[in-house]
């Protein structure tokens, strides 16, 4: 009982602070990946993981940011 109430918590704690585009949004494309260049169309945000990242735990936008997860990808 006391390993399971164990897993349970670390598993609770890895999907708090996981980033909800990181690990719903799927694959992240190279036009996710890449910044725009100057003059260049700038990149979508997608705005439910944004929200959802902030709602549920917002240091998860960072790691959304950082890999390119919360944009959207090209069509």
Request: hydrophobic share 50%; with cysteine; proline share 4%.
């Amino acid at each position: 009982m006391k390993k399971m109430k164990k897993v349970i918590a670390i598993g609770l704690i890895t999907v708090m602070m996981s980033s909800c585009a990181t690990v719903f949004g799927g694959k992240v494309t190279a036009h996710q990946k890449t910044k725009p260049m100057a003059g260049e169309q700038q990149r979508q945000v997608r705005v439910g993981a944004l929200i959802a990242d902030i709602l549920l735990f917002w240091p998860g936008a960072i790691v959304d940011f950082a890999t390119g997860a919360i944009y959207k990808p090209q069509k």
